[in-house]
């Protein structure tokens, strides 16, 4: 589970430092976030075929097809990166005003996505090889790299935001910097554990010759065909909550900071639903590798579980403790007190999140990753971004954005939820 806890915990340091230096530059930080956020998420979600293909290579125990996976990831994780960075470095401006970012917070936001950029080659090397270590079983070596990076991005963050160490005082920007710069380190140290695994010789990750590197180039085109349909809903998906975010910006400075730290804390709970969703496909993945079909839905509905009892615990914490989970990040009693009253409103409904999260994972090993894309295009971005609009505009303020956020999540566990029934109930047991 601690895997996948990485890109949200750094963003929940950054938003805790920034959050505590001022309200403004949280405000600046939150717009920055509406597209660095759901580019980072397409990015990852694109790469979700490298995870998957060595998942089913492992799986049918052919070695050194995951190697090759390895590599062709790798190549598309560097491609897309260098795309990314290109474009929001030169188009950062453009971009957040088209995302209906407030006027008075524009600039801010913007310097933030420029910062950000910097961080994109890297962050997704860091994904491609780590989602690689996950497809073959070595979850660990991906936890000891991702704890590692946290303690240096909170003394990076702090230092840069608050002009401590000799370094400048840059506020969010220098959050974004901080993120950057331990994102290289993260994704030197990642590749660092995929060449010096045990079996990397008979999985050919060393395998640096002309050969190798041609065959990588004739998988990359499967891992993008993979990726293409979940990159495209998660972002649209995410552009959903991306556009609750630039809501909130029209709403003010404290509603915008607000709906940060309630999204971040969120966020916090989705990472455990991810860890089990990313578990759940990779033990998918083996099954369908395997051949054994009849696996898969128990494998499902163990994670699921898993998930419902964490995020239970975890929801009913912050429904409880509402007023002392924002407390570290704001010192503005205004935000602090809207935080609150909006976190309570959301904590019950961060289940059914965890839920079509894990559903998401598993529809995507078994192949069905236009079904599970529709679905979460249909309950994120119609639902929640069209119910949040709407609602804002009837004057229901803040809370409209929770109410926005809680119906989205409860039509996706339901419509994932079904469709992995009826996906399970069509396929053979076994074709062994």
Excluded: K
Excluded at 216 to 221: C, G, I, L
Excluded at 292 to 297: F, P
Excluded at 359 to 369: A, I
Aim: aromatic share 8%.
């Amino acid at each position: 589970m601690l895997t996948s806890l990485n890109w949200t915990l750094m963003h929940l340091i950054d938003v805790a430092i920034v959050g505590q230096f001022g309200t403004s530059e949280l405000g600046s930080l939150a717009a920055g976030r509406t597209l660095t956020f759901i580019t980072i998420v397409m990015g990852l979600a694109a790469l979700s075929g490298v995870l998957v293909h060595s998942a089913r290579a492992d799986g049918a125990r052919d070695a050194r097809a995951t190697g090759d996976y390895f590599r062709a990831g790798l190549i598309f994780a560097l491609g897309l990166g260098i795309a990314c960075m290109a474009v929001l470095l030169f188009w950062a401006g453009p971009l957040i005003r088209l995302a209906g970012v407030a006027p008075d917070m524009a600039e801010g936001g913007t310097a933030v996505v420029r910062a950000m950029a910097l961080a994109y080659p890297a962050q997704f090397l860091l994904a491609a090889a780590a989602h690689f270590l996950e497809g073959v079983s070595r979850p660990r070596r991906v936890t000891v790299v991702n704890l590692a990076m946290l303690p240096l991005n909170a003394l990076l963050a702090w230092a840069w935001v608050g002009g401590h160490l000799g370094l400048p005082a840059l506020g969010a920007v220098g959050a974004a910097l901080a993120t950057a710069t331990v994102s290289a380190l993260g994704a030197a140290a990642m590749l660092v554990s995929a060449w010096t695994l045990p079996d990397a010789g008979p999985r050919g990750v060393r395998d640096l010759s002309a050969p190798a590197w041609r065959r990588a180039v004739a998988d990359t085109p499967a891992l993008i065909r993979f990726g293409t349909v979940p990159a495209l809903a998660s972002g649209l998906e995410l552009a959903g909550f991306s556009w609750l975010i630039a809501l909130s910006t029209q709403l003010g400075a404290v509603s915008a900071a607000a709906f940060q730290t309630v999204f971040s804390l969120h966020n916090l709970a989705f990472s455990m639903a991810l860890g089990f969703g990313s578990a759940a496909g990779v033990r998918v993945g083996n099954a369908v590798g395997a051949q054994d079909y009849g696996a898969a839905l128990p494998r499902s509905l163990i994670a699921a579980g898993l998930a419902v009892i964490g995020m239970g615990a975890l929801s009913l914490f912050l429904f409880l403790g509402s007023d002392p989970a924002v407390r570290p990040f704001t010192n503005d009693p205004a935000v602090a007190r809207l935080a609150a009253g909006l976190l309570a409103l959301l904590a019950p409904f961060m289940i059914f999140d965890g839920l079509q999260l894990v559903f998401v994972y598993v529809l995507r090993s078994l192949g069905d990753q236009v079904a599970a894309g529709i679905n979460g295009i249909f309950a994120f971005f119609l639902v929640t971004g069209g119910l949040g609009w709407w609602l804002v505009r009837a004057g229901l303020g803040a809370p409209a954005l929770i109410v926005a956020s809680a119906a989205g999540m409860v039509v996706a566990a339901l419509l994932q939820g079904g469709r992995l029934w009826w996906v399970s109930w069509r396929r053979p047991r076994s074709s062994r």
